[in-house]
């Protein structure tokens, strides 16, 4: 078990390192640097002055060497210019240049600072992510249970007439991706147009305080693309379970269908699901993208999305960080759970 | 004139689409003739899922081959005094022509937008899933086969692309300023190389007795292959016949790219799986080559789980395309694409509806149809 944990940690770390990099590549290319040159130098800099300014601020290093110092594991440029002023990666305003530390990329801490938002990217990701959180946190509370009811009604007597109608809606809900079904909420309960305004087709108020009227389309809008992929496994496995010897043995000895449901099926029908479920956490991400920027919530989503639009090359880069942070972890947690909870894997 | 009815709409835009109910007529009919004879396709009518799921697929193919016959305007054109106008409002100064489901923020007809969009997605779609399927496959069957280091150098990479999120890696690769560095280029230049590599090893490993048979084959292949190549890849068509627009590419690239790893595990687990088999076994005895095996003894064997996989991916690469449209990274900016034409509604949705709705319903009933398509297929497949 220890050297299963030991070798998946392993791959992981690798991946996060590729991965990251070849984020940082994809930000850091030519156009993009230029961009960025003359929004913070001045919008008619010529080319030689793009070029010098890149010069002067590390940005003309190899791609190793710069990807290191964001990372903090090589030392920060320092550059003393001909009139004795010394600069670097590390120094800050009103800082002693004496003092500045030799590393200062993401593994100290140091996230940079955001063009968009004029702050520090630490301070941003954080007040963004719990924002984000409390999204996700409601759409598995919702999405989780109705999927799993759905999947084991289905599954418990397959190929019935209540299977069917929930298998069509299943697929239904699998069809439908968040920008279609979040438009149509938003027109049939949150304007004139629907009749019923019971909801509202914004969420931008739920940021200082959630309540019903605001934050319920985004949740349903959000949880109902991922409810039936998870109802659909949980049926599957469901199913395939109540063919097993010992759920007829079980039925046989006399107990009731609905005892045997809960007491012999589901614990072992939901194994499949859990992981299904844990891994659908990643894949939430880009609804929510989706959903922050269609009800103008302003979470983690919603800065990726200022992010790029503004071509603010370091803040890209954290929440990329944070998004792969976010996959990889998922995975390995799902790996392991499945491990745990199946009995028939054994690990060596 | 006056505006049209509800009733009066729903009436017209059903005679609009009268050359799809035509062409559904006729192939329905001569599918429940044939079923016999059709093999996978033909049983597919056992199941009411399946042909529920057909039907709308059908209708969106249809749509987009007949686009110009129904459609009532020219998507682009802007006509004034139709701005955000209601469903059903006459085209001032035209007899008989009404704006059937409105007009957009930019007195453009909502009906003739989503009609024409229909061909945006129908052309690229399946395609990007055939490309995406020829990379998976052409990868997945020797890492499944040899198993060792190649698969788990393989798998490894295919594992990193699916560690990224999807938005992320698209908001990384869909951007003006990556065109300019030539990457949509390089990673074109390497995944189209890839049908050309699987239909040489398919003929190569078949006909490999047969010389006179292999010659014409490979040069057919090759000939078309690098001359569609050169056109779709580098836009170095001599006959100008192959062509991709760069952003096009730029977007069909990056599809195919994030489709693929999920294709080679597909194939890879699949092929793990059929390797074991006596057949394959029987064939290693009469000394097939390696790839004879992969591709004419384990591919063949492995299609059923492939083909219902092949209409889930053209469905959730729809979706993608949308979600695409949806955060103004579109084929074109001007184009009636489903996921653009969503974008721009959504901004004055709570005053105006009419425009977002009818791309919304249009690409959930496609992506419906194909998930309900895939799903009566794979209940068809599985009662063999």
Aim: with cysteine.
């Amino acid at each position: 078990m220890v050297s299963f944990l030991l070798r998946r940690s392993g791959v992981m770390l690798l991946t996060a390192l590729c991965l990251t990099f070849i984020v940082f590549y994809l930000t850091n290319l030519e156009p993009n640097l230029e961009k960025l040159t003359k929004s913070e130098g001045n919008m008619r800099m010529s080319d030689v002055q793009v070029q010098s300014w890149l010069v002067k601020n590390g940005y003309r290093q190899p791609l190793l060497k710069r990807y290191g110092e964001w990372l903090g594991v090589a030392p920060g440029w320092t550059r003393t210019d001909e009139n004795g002023k010394f600069t670097g990666r590390c120094l800050k305003r009103g800082v002693d240049p004496n003092n500045v530390p030799k590393f200062c990329g993401i593994l100290q801490g140091n996230w940079g600072f955001s063009l968009v938002f004029k702050e520090n990217i630490g301070g941003i990701i954080a007040e963004k992510l719990l924002l984000t959180g409390k999204l996700m946190l409601c759409v598995l509370l919702v999405m989780v249970p109705t999927a799993l009811i759905i999947g084991v009604i289905a599954g418990m007597r397959e190929g019935s007439k209540t299977d069917r109608i929930l298998s069509t809606f299943s697929i239904l809900t699998t069809s439908t991706p968040e920008y279609v079904s979040g438009v149509i909420f938003i027109i049939v309960f949150a304007s004139k147009f629907g009749g019923l305004r019971w909801f509202k087709g914004t969420a931008a108020t739920a940021m200082d305080n959630i309540t019903f009227a605001n934050f319920t389309l985004p949740v349903i809008t959000l949880a109902l693309y991922g409810v039936g992929y998870i109802a659909r496994m949980t049926r599957a496995s469901m199913a395939e379970v109540m063919t097993e010897q010992y759920i007829r043995t079980a039925r046989l000895k006399g107990l009731s269908f609905g005892g045997v449901v809960l007491k012999h099926a589901l614990r072992n029908a939901l194994i499949a699901p859990f992981t299904v479920i844990i891994l659908q956490i990643p894949w939430l991400l880009t609804g929510v993208v989706i959903v922050e920027t269609l009800f103008n919530y302003k979470g983690f989503g919603w800065t990726l999305v200022a992010a790029v639009g503004n071509n603010d090359i370091e803040l890209l880069l954290a929440c990329s960080v944070v998004a792969v942070f976010v996959v990889l972890v998922t995975q390995l947690i799902s790996d392991i759970s499945y491990v745990f909870l199946n009995p028939r894997i054994r690990v060596n | 004139m006056d505006r049209l009815t509800a009733t009066e709409i729903i009436i017209r835009v059903l005679t609009q689409f009268t050359p799809v109910w035509i062409g559904l007529a006729v192939i329905l009919t001569l599918s429940v003739l044939f079923r016999k004879r059709l093999g996978l396709y033909g049983k597919l009518f056992g199941s009411p899922i399946g042909v529920a799921g057909l039907i709308l697929v059908l209708f969106w193919v249809l749509t987009a081959i007949f686009a110009d016959l129904i459609a009532t305007m020219d998507p682009l054109t802007q006509l004034s005094g139709m701005k955000n106008k209601k469903p059903g409002w006459p085209v001032a100064g035209a007899e008989g022509q009404w704006y059937l489901l409105g007009g957009d923020n930019l007195a453009r007809d909502v009906f003739s937008r989503m009609v024409k969009g229909s061909q945006i997605v129908i052309a690229i779609a399946p395609a990007a899933t055939i490309f995406a399927f020829m990379v998976g496959i052409t990868l997945g069957l020797p890492a499944g086969f040899y198993g060792g280091k190649l698969d788990t150098s393989l798998s490894f990479l295919a594992n990193l692309v699916l560690a990224f999120p999807v938005i992320l890696l698209f908001f990384l690769l869909v951007t003006p300023e990556i065109r300019e560095t030539g990457v949509p280029l390089v990673m074109a230049g390497v995944l189209f190389l890839f049908p050309i590599i699987f239909f040489v090893l398919l003929f190569q490993s078949r006909f490999k007795e047969q010389p006179m048979k292999l010659a014409i084959y490979l040069t057919i292949t090759l000939v078309l292959g690098f001359w569609a190549y050169s056109g779709l890849a580098f836009n170095k068509d001599p006959f100008g016949v192959f062509y991709m627009d760069p952003n096009l590419l730029n977007i069909f690239v990056s599809v195919v790219f994030v489709n693929s790893p999920t294709v080679f595990r597909i194939v890879r687990g699949l092929t793990m799986d059929i390797k074991t088999r006596d057949y394959v076994a029987a064939a290693q005895t009469r000394g097939e080559s390696p790839w004879y095996i992969m591709l004419w003894e384990v591919l063949p064997n492995a299609r059923g789980p492939l083909i219902v996989d092949f209409c889930l991916r053209i469905g959730y690469t729809t979706i993608l395309l949308g979600t695409l449209g949806f955060f103004g990274l579109g084929v074109t900016p001007e184009s009636p694409d489903w996921g653009m034409t969503i974008n721009e509604g959504r901004k004055l949705l709570a005053v105006y509806p009419h425009p977002a709705l009818p791309p919304t319903i249009a690409l959930m009933t496609l992506v419906l149809g194909l998930n309900l398509l895939a799903d009566g297929l794979r209940e068809e497949s599985l009662r063999d």
